[in-house]
């Protein structure tokens, strides 16, 4: 059995696998999610893509472990070096943008892929054939294209709603699309862990 790397959280000092945490090094490096360099101290960057090189810091993406982890220097006794720590609001700014380009880029991958139907009328066909594993409904849908797809889904089929019609276009070059069907499991599965984080971040703050 493959061993699966594990991390402590900072933040509640649990022990999970790597997977489940995020990581976080020490600046300046050039990242959308960095806290600027201060009174020479150095800022973090979320190596949410686990890229980056040098010595790391992980934490829960909740908001109980991002507000307990952010407190009492204890981004800089993790790694090893005096940083800015940013505010909690800062944090989840730079986090939810991450997650979000991460969706982004596994909807662009499926699409590559040949594993994904756009528009309500793929998605319909390819849900009468039993291919769709995850629905991606747009936050703009028009009221009577959201019943249309509701009348055609089955309830085992999960979904969650993200994004304009705009915004899923742009994606993939089209001017809108309010519904997306992801036809791969490996991915869907993916796409639903990372929108989940997102929902669980967005919930908490309201």
Known sequence: MKHTPERT??????????????????????SSGQAPTVSGQAGIAIDYR????????????????????LQKDLLSKALRTKVRTPSEDEFIAWLTGAIEEKIKSLIVMSAKAGKLAAGY?????ALEKGRVDLLLVARD???????????????????????????LGGLLNRELV???????????????????RLKDLINAGE
């Not at 959280?9 to 050039?30: H, L, M, N, Y």
């Not at 309010?178 to 989940?196: F, H, N, P, Y």
């Open 121 to 125: 009328s793929a998605v319909h066909d």
């Open 141 to 167: 849908i028009s009221a009577g294209t959201l019943g249309k797809v509701n009348a055609s889904v089955a309830v085992s089929i999960r979904r969650a709603t993200l994004f304009t019609r705009d915004e």
């Open 50 to 69: 686990e890229k980056l090189p040098g010595r790391a810091a992980y934490i829960c993406p909740t908001r109980s472990c991002i507000r307990r982890g």
């Open 9 to 30: 959280c900072i933040g509640c000092r649990s022990i999970f696998s790597k997977d489940d945490v995020i990581r976080i090094v020490a600046g300046p490096i050039p």
């Open 178 to 196: 309010g519904v997306l069907g992801i036809e791969d499991k490996g991915l869907s599965q993916a796409l639903w862990r990372e929108t989940e």
